[in-house]
């Protein structure tokens, strides 16, 4: 490449990326929990009761969440 030649910048896009973490697996009792936990969740969500929230109220959301946990009791 000449020195006169402009280097056009790369075409990039955004990939999701995930992590693998080690967790332990639950118990039955913590399991059924769980799934007990999202089914009442999913019901909530089938009856109308939840907020959508904007992208940045979402960010505020937890900012908020995030400096609650911050301060000191």
């Known amino acids: 490449m000449s020195a006169t030649t402009e280097r056009r910048p790369a075409k990039t896009t955004w990939i999701p990326v995930t992590t693998m973490e080690e967790m332990p697996l639950l118990d039955e009792e913590k399991l059924?929990?769980?799934?007990?936990?999202?089914?009442e969740a999913e019901a909530e969500i089938a009856a109308g009761n939840f907020t959508v929230l904007e992208p940045r109220m979402f960010v505020d959301e937890m900012r908020a969440i995030r400096d609650a946990a911050r301060k000191p009791e």
């Not at 059924?32 to 089914?39: D, H, I, K, N, R």
């Open 32 to 39: 059924a929990e769980l799934v007990g936990s999202l089914e």
